[in-house]
């Protein structure tokens, strides 16, 4: 039986924080996840989790193993031995809908500087790449071309049958950190605080051979690149290291809009100094984010974030959402969002809507907070009259699911098998829909009763 958080609230840290974490008693009436089932096979942390299909998900981490799971039983299916040391980055590489043959793929990448094409349902190593100069840190493929890419220190496209069709040159040091599609045949890549467009070319008549342009470099981050995520044809978000979230138009590469106030949307403080005393990078670092059509919700160093797209601005916050950083968040159906923390937790959080205070201050982004410039207070109004007109937001805590010792790295959403999570204690847990397993089980119970006609219904 999942046991339940019911500490009361650290004490705040730093001299400009006002919120205590939020706590959830004993009675999480709308926490679905009652039940759970712990999974055993990694002898190391467990970084990656990838889906598969609706029932089969895989599990991959720092002791290079890889395994396939039944997400609705927790049976093991599969395990694949082949890499020598941890796992660097997982992908699935599904078949051609064309194809008459249905092999879905995985390819692994490993600080052993390979890259193995896995058949998923035989565990069937296909094959293996050994020539990388550097350790390979993402993958991404791109599925309309039939071909997928290789993140390092350099950027490699690779067909199916493993064949390197083109590459760059040494782009730096310390490499391609994440790697997206985007339109016109062309790549996003994250290289420390640069942003490069690639344009891949496709063989036409007349020429045999790929090849792999540079034709653009985005330089408006001031720190290093950590998330980097597609939201929909339109447009593709970054996240730095200093809190810096841009919106960018994914045909012509401009930027569309930018929040630098991430770590306080509502300065409660009068002096620059008391901010700079408490300022920490890590406190504002944004290293996970995802969205929906009307927001991307950002993972800001240990608080939860809600911008708002078409009102580009910040509309509901959590400035102490987990006791230490967040490392990963996903947004559910009916308006919630769940979070995972390096302090172990899992938390569920609805958004709801709350009518915006007019005495609200208004943000004056990052660079005033830090000092530099003043806030131009003509140039505020517009925007404070707009935040006094709008409808703001707020992230309720429903739900707390405390099984993991250790950092919960990522986890997975299955809607019919429930929530699987990851962790640096070696562990997988399924977590499961309390109410739908009782059902499920009585459902199979009276099937069984009937079948061994122990099961009379009145006349």
Known sequence: MLRWLIGGSREPQGLAEKSALQTIGEEQTQNPYTELLVLKAHHDIVRFLVRLDDYRFASAGDDGLVVVWNAQT?????????????????????????????????????????????NCDTGRQVQKV????????????LQRLDVWLSGGNDLCVWNRKLDLLCKTSHLSDTGISALIEIPKNCVVAAVGKELIIFRLVAPIEGSLEWDILEVKRLLDHQDNILSLANINDLSFVTGSHVGELIIWDTLDWTMQACEHNFWDPFPQLDTQQEIKLCQKPNDISIHHL?????????????????????????????????????QHIAKLPNRQLISCSED??????????????????????????????????????????????????????????????????????????GLVTCSADHLIILWKNGDRESGLRSLKLFQKLEENGDLYLAA
């Open 74 to 118: 927790g049976e093991k299916l599969l395990e694949l031995n082949g890499h020598t040391q941890k796992i660097t980055a997982i992908i699935t590489f599904p078949s051609l809908e064309a194809c008459e043959e249905k092999n879905q793929l995985i390819l692994t990448a490993s600080a052993d500087r390979t890259v193995i094409v896995w």
């Open 130 to 141: 050994s020539c990388f100069q550097s350790t390979v840190k993402c993958l991404t493929v």
């Open 290 to 326: 995802t969205w929906d059509e009307e927001n991307v919700f950002v993972a800001v160093g240990r608080g939860l974030y809600v911008y708002n797209l078409q009102m580009k601005r910040v509309i509901a916050c959590q400035k102490t959402a987990h006791d230490s950083r967040v």
């Open 344 to 417: 172990g937790s899992v938390r569920i959080w609805e958004l709801r809507e709350k009518q915006q205070i007019a005495a609200e201050p208004v943000p004056t982004g990052f660079f005033n907070m830090w000092g530099f410039g003043r806030v131009n207070k003509q140039a505020s109004q517009p925007v404070k009259k707009q935040q006094e007109n709008a409808t703001s937001c707020l992230l309720e805590l429903i739900g707390d699911l405390i099984g993991h010792s250790s950092s919960v790295e990522m986890f997975l959403y299955f809607e019919d098998h």
